[in-house]
């Protein structure tokens, strides 16, 4: 099963592609609550060198707001995770979780319709960057 919608791009760096990230999903509503540097925490935890790797969580209040009413436990499933990683080859992946994949699993189909408009939204980001 295909758990996430990605997107990669050439001849830009982490660092400078972060911030068209952030804009396009602040334009679909969505806010960073989270960040973990993997890279950082990787080399501090376990003294593994790892390529610069970043976890955005990110957040639409709106869209929390929807699904906890239907679901109040989904929350163990927010925020929406967005990932920059850079690749062997030097490219950068822009990663953002599937939420109909995700909230699925759950099997309360009240969910569904938010869970498309969520993805709607991310796919929107995604062709944005």
């Given at each position: 099963?295909?758990?996430?919608?990605?997107?990669?791009?050439?001849?830009?760096?982490?660092?400078?592609?972060?911030?068209?990230?952030?804009?396009?999903?602040?334009?679909?509503?969505?806010?960073?609550?989270t960040?973990?540097?993997?890279?950082?925490?990787?080399?501090?935890?376990?003294?593994?060198?790892?390529?610069?790797?970043?976890?955005?969580?990110?957040?639409?209040?709106?869209?929390?707001?929807?699904?906890?009413?239907?679901e109040?436990?989904?929350?163990?499933?927010?925020?929406?995770?967005?990932?920059?990683?850079?690749?062997?080859?030097?490219?950068?992946?822009?990663?953002?979780?599937?939420?109909?994949?995700?909230?699925?699993?759950?099997?309360?189909?009240?969910?569904?319709?938010h869970?498309?408009?969520?993805?709607?939204?991310?796919?929107?980001?995604?062709?944005?960057?």
């Amino acid at each position: 099963m295909k758990y996430y919608l990605s997107k990669r791009f050439k001849n830009v760096t982490l660092d400078a592609l972060r911030p068209k990230v952030e804009e396009e999903l602040k334009k679909e509503g969505f806010g960073i609550l989270t960040e973990i540097d993997i890279q950082a925490t990787m080399k501090k935890k376990l003294n593994k060198t790892y390529l610069p790797h970043v976890i955005l969580g990110a957040c639409n209040p709106v869209y929390a707001d929807k699904v906890l009413s239907v679901e109040p436990t989904i929350s163990n499933m927010l925020p929406c995770n967005v990932t920059l990683r850079q690749l062997e080859s030097g490219e950068i992946e822009v990663a953002i979780i599937d939420s109909l994949a995700a909230m699925g699993v759950v099997g309360n189909p009240a969910l569904e319709v938010h869970a498309k408009e969520v993805n709607d939204k991310l796919e929107h980001v995604l062709a944005n960057i």
